[in-house]
């Protein structure tokens, strides 16, 4: 399985606007977070998921999501080639990640808010959480 944007819209009239993703299936999650890196370090890389898939939606601003498919999990290869989607707030869509990957998140401007949905339950995060330096592989800045 690959990383894939589900689309989604946003209806705007007298009472206000509504943002949806309605092809995201809640199926599967176990929890959720808001991410809001600070202004002093705004990216959080290099974090990756053998078992969980993440699902990100930006609540507010704009971020880049940085990730690359995981080769060897102990010593994963320096040349990945970086995949990157950037989520505007004004833009409803949903980024899934599926799990095998590492990513990096990037906000774009201050005040940013990312939603991130995963499918692993609490308990089972040691097992798969794995974290590289950040500047394991180096983003394009």
Not at 40 to 69: E, M, T
Request: hydrophobic letters at 35%; aromatic letters at 12%; charged letters at 20%.
């Amino acid at each position: 399985m690959k990383p894939k944007i589900i689309a989604g819209g946003n209806f705007s009239g007298h009472r206000g606007t509504v943002s949806y993703v309605n092809d995201f299936s809640f199926n599967g999650i176990e929890r959720f977070y808001i991410i809001s890196n600070s202004d002093a370090h705004p990216v959080r890389a290099w974090q990756g998921h053998k078992l969980d898939s993440k699902n990100f939606y930006c609540l507010s601003g704009s971020f880049r999501i940085h990730y690359v498919k995981i080769d060897d999990w102990e010593h994963p290869s320096k040349d990945l080639t970086i995949e990157t989607v950037t989520l505007l707030a004004s833009e409803s869509k949903m980024l899934h990640i599926p799990a095998g990957y590492a990513n990096a998140i990037e906000s774009l401007e201050s005040h940013s808010k990312l939603l991130s949905f995963s499918t692993l339950p609490l308990h089972n995060v040691s097992d798969d959480d794995v974290r590289y330096e950040a500047n394991y592989w180096k983003l394009n800045e």
